[in-house]
């Protein structure tokens, strides 16, 4: 039987097929501060990922127009953005309207409030996808 053992580690170590997600960001309206990111798979912790342990979050430079998610498992998600252009670490409103610049995967026209998580979200196949966030400003 050592060579059935030694089949099944095989399989067992056989790499699992990932997706890699790279983001253009377009409508900045400046190079200032800095943009984070947030992706998650979870519809209850959509739009602000904070609370969602499985998310995965970048903040990147206000200079930089891309982001880079590696080894995610395929599946859905939804990706929200906002640029930070004072560096405070959230995103600042006037009397519940958004001061500063935020975008969703799938660049839904913005009403009232934050999209739903089904309209905004992407199906990561393993292997390579692109996609593109347009920056929002109300103020």
């Keep these: 039987m050592p060579g059935l053992a030694l089949a099944i580690t095989a ?6 097929p990932t997706a890699t997600l790279k983001v253009e960001l377009s409508g ?9 990111a ?21 903040t990147i430079p206000g200079t930089v ?5 590696r080894s995610l498992p395929p599946g859905r998600y939804a ?15 006037f009397l519940g309207v ?3 610049g935020f975008g969703f995967s799938r660049n839904p026209t913005i009403r009232f409030g934050a999209p739903r998580f089904d309209k905004v979200t992407i199906e990561l196949a393993p292997g390579f996808a692109r996609t593109s966030v347009r920056l929002q400003y109300l103020l």
Excluded: W, Y
């Design 79 to 93: 990706l929200a953005v906002f640029h930070d252009e004072n560096a405070n670490r959230k995103l600042d409103t």
């Design 38 to 58: 947030c992706l998650t798979r979870s519809p209850a912790h959509f739009p602000d990922c904070k609370s969602d342990p499985a998310a995965i979050m970048q």
């Design 98 to 100: 958004p001061r500063e």
């Design 28 to 36: 900045l309206r400046d190079q200032r501060g800095m943009v984070h």
């Design 11 to 16: 399989l067992a170590m056989a790499e699992i």
């Design 65 to 69: 127009r891309e982001l880079l998610f």
